[in-house]
Nanobody, 116 residues
Framework: QVQLAESGGGLVQAGGSLRLSCAASRTIFSFVSMGWYRQAPGKQRELVAT???????NHADSVKGRFTISRDNAKNTVYLQMNSLKFEDSAVYLC??????????WGQGTLVTVSS
C-alpha cells in the first residue's frame, strides 16, 4: 500500500510563501493524477490543484496565478508552491493520488496558517 507524506506547512504572514511537498513511498507513475486539496474548519474539502501523469495541470480559480503544482518523478514527489498567501488560504492541505481504477490514496495533511 503506497503512502503519501505531506510536509512544508506552517505559519506565515499574509503575502508570504510556502512550498508544500507530498512524497510517495513508491513510484508515482502508477497514478494517473495527483493533487492537492484543502479543508478549513467548518468547510467542505475543496480542490486546489491537480497534475496528471503527462504533466497537465489544473488550478482552482481561487489560487490561479498564486499557486503552482509540479512533480518530480525521480523523487516521487509532488509540490505545491504557494505565493501571495491570503488569510483565507488557511486550511489543512491534503495530498491525493488517483489510480487508473479510480481508487484514491490520501495523505494525513499538513496545516497552513496565514496570519492577517
Amino acid at each position: 500500500q503506497v503512502q503519501l507524506a505531506e510536509s512544508g506547512g506552517g505559519l506565515v504572514q499574509a503575502g508570504g510563501s510556502l512550498r508544500l511537498s507530498c512524497a510517495a513511498s513508491r513510484t508515482i507513475f502508477s497514478f494517473v493524477s495527483m493533487g492537492w486539496y484543502r479543508q478549513a474548519p467548518g468547510k467542505q474539502r475543496e480542490l486546489v490543484a491537480t497534475i496528471t501523469i503527462g504533466g497537465s495541470t489544473n488550478h482552482a480559480d481561487s489560487v490561479k496565478g498564486r499557486f503552482t503544482i509540479s512533480r518530480d518523478n525521480a523523487k516521487n514527489t509532488v509540490y505545491l508552491q504557494m505565493n501571495s498567501l491570503k488569510f483565507e488560504d488557511s486550511a489543512v492541505y491534503l495530498c491525493n493520488a488517483r489510480r487508473p481504477s479510480g481508487i484514491e490514496v490520501w495523505g494525513q495533511g499538513t496545516l497552513v496558517t496565514v496570519s492577517s
